[in-house]
């Protein structure tokens, strides 16, 4: 009898340095039989091109990579024995981890070692990559028309009030359509190069956002609590 276990599990968000992946890629080996075959790849989707490498050395050699890469997987195969690693496409919620193998235990040992490594690389937006930007974004665009209905005129509306909502808009709208590059679920510093506000877009986008709007209702506030 020829028993297949198969296991597919989500990984927090994170972010790897090359040194990052070099211990990754040995964690993975670790796991395979040494005196046997490993057939391994190593994928990266850039915005011209798409690259493949055969092995971790093939990644370490080529020197031409520069800044993050968001779109990338990693695979390893041995017989009945597979551990592949994906950051997801362009909608992706969460960075995904594939193992088959013979047993139970080998998969879940397996998933152990991917895991420890990628928890140490969390990044600190992996509590807002599920947060529904869009969903708040919809209902605020909509807000006016359902509350007064299509065909109404709209009344006079109090400049707090209304600043308090082009805020709101404006934050959960501009999260909406650049979430994926502001809060990747996954990705692979190469190098450093890319400047301050480059490099904490997401971060300064977030900080702007919130004060922004907590001044706004500040403005809507004290007026009338006064």
Known sequence: MKREVEREVRLSAFELERG????????????????????????????SERLTFDSIQELTEYQSLRGRVTKFSFEMRQGLRVVAISSGGLFATAPTLKVEGESDIWCASA??????????RRVWHFW??????????????????????????FPAIPLAL??????MTA????????KARLLPVASIAFTREFGFVHRYAGELGLILGVLSLALAIYMWVV????
């Open 20 to 47: 990052d992946v070099e211990l990754l890629w040995q964690r993975m080996m670790a796991l395979f039989d040494a005196g046997s075959p490993i057939r391994s790849k190593i994928s990266l989707s850039l915005p």
């Open 111 to 120: 998933i152990e070692a991917v895991d420890h490594v990628i928890r140490q």
């Open 128 to 153: 807002l990559i599920h947060f529904p930007f869009t969903l708040i974004f919809i209902a605020l665009v909509a807000l006016p028309w359902a509350k007064l209905g299509p065909f109404q005129h």
């Open 162 to 167: 209304l600043l308090a909502w082009l805020a």
């Open 171 to 178: 934050l959960f709208g501009y999260f909406s359509f650049f």
């Open 223 to 226: 007026p009338y609590g006064a």
